[in-house]
Nanobody, 124 residues
């Protein structure tokens, strides 16, 4: 069992930045690819970004490419999501997820563990 705890959400003005963090309880963090998803009110949970076990391979949703960066620190069991140039469309609850294989994928159902989410609100 892996527990994931997100932090770093909050209220930010349009054009601003936030950095989300997710700490995993896994004893072998290297065994997991990590993903970030988000869910806005009344919408499906959607893929945002993913990173493989080493950090050498990443994937992004088209809507965040060039603005968001996913990274990980395996020594700290932590994955990050740096979000720049935020706009109102980025307002959502952001979830961290872990997948028991090492490759990064964009498919929600491929992830085995989920955090509780952190709210990001962008004011225009």
């Amino acid at each position: 069992q892996v527990q994931l705890v997100e932090s770093g959400g909050g209220l930010v003005q349009a054009g601003g930045s936030l950095r989300l963090s997710c700490v995993a309880s896994a004893r072998t963090f290297l065994d997991y690819a990590m993903g970030w998803f988000r869910q806005a009110p009344g919408k499906e949970r959607e893929f945002v970004a993913a990173i493989n076990w080493s950090g050498g391979s990443t994937a992004y949703a088209d809507s965040v490419k060039g603005r968001f960066t996913v990274s990980r620190d395996n020594g700290k069991n932590t994955v990050y999501l740096q979000m720049n140039s935020l706009n109102s469309q980025d307002t959502a609850v952001y979830y961290c997820a872990a997948r028991r294989w090492t490759s990064a994928v964009a498919v929600r159902d491929k992830y085995d563990y989920w955090g509780q989410g952190t709210q990001v609100t962008v004011s225009s």
